[in-house]
């Protein structure tokens, strides 16, 4: 995928009960996960960006809003790109897939929100090619409500 998906829980029901799943939700590309908490509705997490790195997140208590923007330039990216956004939580089964070539940001909308991500890329190779941006550079995060 080249482009931010957003995968919704399938539900199965019958006479014995309920099955969510995410049959569609292929897993291998990823080689580690972790989990990111904010206590409080202040703390913005913003802009990681990976030009290589491809991330998934689902949030596991509370609510977070999940920013994305394409890069145009690694070195020198236009303050006129356009983010987008998800608001996910708890209460809603769903992973976030962000690709390679996308910086990423997020907030708790929450306190004591918790969010799991998951990477295809190792703590090391991340590291080497992560590039940081100011977190008001293409969102204005204290908008989303």
Do not use: C
Not at 44 to 52: C, E, K, L, S, T
Not at 84 to 92: A, H
């Amino acid at each position: 995928m080249t482009t931010p998906f957003l995968f919704t829980e399938e539900i199965f029901r019958d006479h014995r009960g309920e099955i969510g799943a995410f049959n569609s939700l292929d897993l291998s590309p990823f080689k580690r996960t972790y989990f990111i908490t904010h206590d409080n509705v202040r703390t913005i997490r913003a802009w990681q960006a990976h030009q290589y790195e491809s991330k998934l997140f689902k949030v596991v208590k509370g609510m977070f809003v999940v920013g994305f923007v394409k890069i145009d330039n690694f070195e020198n990216p236009s303050g006129d790109l356009k983010a987008d956004y998800k608001i996910l939580s708890e209460g809603k089964n769903e992973f976030l897939f962000i690709p390679k070539g996308y910086a990423n940001g997020l907030k708790a909308l929450e306190n004591n929100s918790t969010i799991q991500v998951y990477s295809d890329f190792s703590l090391d190779d991340s590291i080497k090619e992560k590039i940081r941006f100011n977190p008001g550079k293409w969102l204005n995060w204290n908008d989303i409500k």
